[in-house]
């Protein structure tokens, strides 16, 4: 993750938490931003060479942000672990330079914090929907009843 990105986590109550490489939660690693697993359906027949695809879908997105605590460790230890609670659905909105994306998730497993100098931290999100979305609704009238 480079200085210009960042991915801030929003609970349904309206709780953010911001993990970049300039914020409190500094971040040193995600995975699952890109890159979807696609599962290809396909069908034999007797006598036929090679197969014939019938379809495919995308597995859910699952994104991994690792990273460390830099400072105030125990109140932002607390602050990071109520507002990912895991009995609570939120967004992800992946911000870099002028781009705004959101997907909105659950929290797969609930961030576990070394007892470090420097806490690390782990939190894993699980998007059933794998498509992110543009922060603004674009809409056009295609028709106008009077």
Same mark, same amino acid.
């Given at each position: ?38 599962? &290809? ?50 967004? %992800? ?9 959101? &997907?909105?998730?659950? %929290? ?17 999100? %699980? ?7 543009? %922060? ?11």
């Amino acid at each position: 993750m480079n200085k210009n990105e960042k991915l801030v986590y929003e609970n349904e109550r309206g709780q953010t938490i911001e993990f970049s490489t300039v914020s409190l939660f500094f971040v040193t690693n995600v995975d699952g931003i890109d890159g979807l697993k696609n599962t &290809i359906y396909t069908s034999k027949s007797m006598n036929q060479d090679g197969d014939t695809c019938v379809g495919s879908t995308l597995e859910s997105r699952n994104i991994v942000v690792s990273g460390s605590i830099r400072k105030d460790k125990e109140n932002n230890r607390a602050k990071l672990l109520s507002i990912l609670n895991p009995k609570l659905d939120g967004k %992800i909105t992946y911000i870099n330079k002028n781009m705004e994306k959101s &997907i909105k998730c659950k %929290i797969e497993k609930a961030p576990t914090i070394s007892q470090d100098r420097l806490p690390n931290f782990v939190v894993s999100f %699980i998007c059933n929907n794998p498509y992110w979305t543009d %922060i603004l609704e674009n809409k056009e009238e295609i028709a106008l009843w009077k």
